[in-house]
T-cell receptor, first 116, second 111 residues
Framework: KAGVTQTPRYLIKTRGQQVTLSCSPI?????VSWYQQTPGQGLQFLFE???????NKGNFPGRFSGRQFSNSRSEMNVSTLELGDSALYLC???????????????FGPGTRLTVL | ELKVEQNPLFLSMQEEKNYTIYCNYSTTSDRLYWYRQDPGKSLESLFVLLSNGAVKQEGRLMASLDTKARLSTLHITAAVHDLSATYFCAVANFGNEKLTFGTGTRLTIIP
């Protein structure tokens, strides 16, 4: 079956602009998580959505937001871009089942965002 | 706050040699993952370890978990060039999809 897809794959923006990234999970997966990867901070968790609700959130400013649609596709938005937002943004999908269940996460190819 | 440390950060090794990457985490966690990342690419899942003493092997890679010591190791046997990549460990708890990643180990295999 098709893997996790992310669009666009590459994006160049200028400071102050906003950006929206999209993630389509594997069919049947209801959980989508987002991560930011930078050389300085490594891989950091942004947030997780399950059934259209944010279920967990990392330590990022309010400029970073997300949402999930009824088909489980997710978008993340970054407003008022800063140079430090340049990063590889990865999303991961899983079944997201709770209650002591292990849910394997599958990562998408990422969106490379460059802020000038 | 959960912290995950990996060492070494960089590892340059010759082909056919053996080496081990270490992953320490600060608080009790339910599962530990190992991922591989090639330059500019996404994360490829290698192993998930769920219980104390768990050992998994795939080809020249073997991962183990000691939950009492909060330590996982990724052992590379008789390294070959195509194992050159960055390796990450990550920990999580059941019922929580959030992964906390280690710093990564950049492995370079020299012919």
């Amino acid at each position: 079956k098709a893997g996790v897809t992310q669009t666009p794959r590459y994006l160049i923006k200028t400071r102050g602009q906003q950006v929206t990234l999209s993630c389509s999970p594997i069919s049947g997966h209801r959980s989508v998580s987002w991560y930011q990867q930078t050389p300085g901070q490594g891989l950091q968790f942004l947030f997780e959505y399950f059934s259209e609700t944010q279920r967990n959130k990392g330590n990022f400013p309010g400029r970073f937001s997300g949402r999930q649609f009824s088909n489980s596709r997710s978008e993340m938005n970054v407003s008022t871009l800063e140079l430090g937002d340049s990063a590889l943004y990865l999303c991961a999908s899983s079944l997201g089942l709770a209650g002591g269940t292990y849910n394997e996460q599958f990562f998408g190819p990422g969106t490379r965002l460059t802020v000038l | 706050e959960l912290k995950v440390e990996q060492n070494p950060l960089f590892l340059s090794m010759q082909e056919e040699k053996n080496y081990t990457i270490y992953c320490n985490y600060s608080t009790t966690s339910d599962r530990l993952y190992w991922y591989r990342q090639d330059p500019g690419k996404s994360l490829e899942s290698l192993f998930v370890l769920l219980s104390n003493g768990a050992v998994k092997q795939e080809g020249r890679l073997m991962a183990s978990l000691d939950t009492k010591a909060r330590l996982s190791t990724l052992h590379i046997t008789a390294a070959v060039h195509d194992l050159s990549a960055t390796y990450f460990c990550a920990v999580a708890n059941f019922g929580n999809e959030k992964l906390t990643f280690g710093t990564g180990t950049r492995l370079t295999i020299i012919p």
